[in-house]
């Protein structure tokens, strides 16, 4: 999501802080939730190499249980 204070990453709920250029943050989209959910370069990989099993992936905003 992205605040008055920056982008937080909707997969871990940690600001993502581009200092360094490699990092990004990234957009996706989950079925059910409406509008674009933003993450950093960490959490996209977590999200490409777990597909829909939400229980892999760390505590954060998807996870909240």
């Not at 600001?15 to 490699?22: N, S």
């Not at 674009?36 to 959490?43: G, K, M, R």
């Not at 777990?50 to 998807?62: A, E, F, I, N, V």
Request: with cysteine; aromatic share 6%.
């Amino acid at each position: 999501m992205i605040t008055g204070s920056g982008a937080i990453c909707d997969v871990c709920g940690n600001y993502i802080l581009p200092i360094d250029p490699k990092e990004l943050v990234h957009t996706f989209g989950v079925t059910g939730i409406e509008g674009e959910l933003h993450c950093d370069n960490a959490c996209k990989q977590k999200l490409i190499d777990c597909p829909r099993d939400w229980t892999k992936l760390p505590d954060g905003c998807l996870t909240w249980r």
